[in-house]
């Protein structure tokens, strides 16, 4: 079973920066693809980007595509997602989840996740 803990998240100023961290433990990182999803005050959760389990295949959200960076470094069991130019839209609490089932499809539900982070939460504000 993998256990995911995110970190990096913040306080950042809008077309500010950040990249959050996934560190994984309990199992492989190599074995499973990840996806990003993010959840506003009062909105349901949506998926940010996924990759697959070699890292390379990426999808994005329209929302975020050109702005965020997914990526892994499965040798440090870690996944990151870098977000640039941030807007106050992108404020949320930001989880990774992984799947078994490894894909280079866009998976944007949130049920096809097996395990999930503790979230971290990403402000954007002036």
């Known amino acids: 079973q993998l256990h995911l803990v995110e970190s990096g998240g913040g306080l950042v100023q809008p077309g500010g920066s950040l990249r959050l961290s996934c560190a994984a433990s309990?199992?492989?990182?190599?074995?499973?693809?990840i996806g990003w999803f993010r959840q506003a005050p009062g909105k349901g959760l949506e998926w940010v980007a996924n990759?697959?389990?070699?890292?390379?295949?990426?999808n994005y959200a329209d929302s975020v595509k050109g702005r965020f960076t997914i990526s892994r470094d499965n040798a440090k069991n870690t996944l990151y997602l870098q977000m640039n130019s941030l807007k106050p839209e992108d404020t949320a609490v930001y989880y990774c989840?992984?799947?078994?089932?490894?894909?280079?499809?866009?998976?944007?539900?949130?049920?096809?996740?097996?395990?999930w982070g503790q979230g971290t939460q990403v402000t954007v504000s002036s």
């Open positions: 309990g199992d492989i990182l190599d074995y499973f693809a």
């Open positions: 989840a992984s799947r078994k089932k490894d894909t280079t499809e866009v998976i944007t539900i949130w049920l096809e996740y097996d395990e």
């Open positions: 990759i697959n389990s070699g890292g390379s295949s990426t």
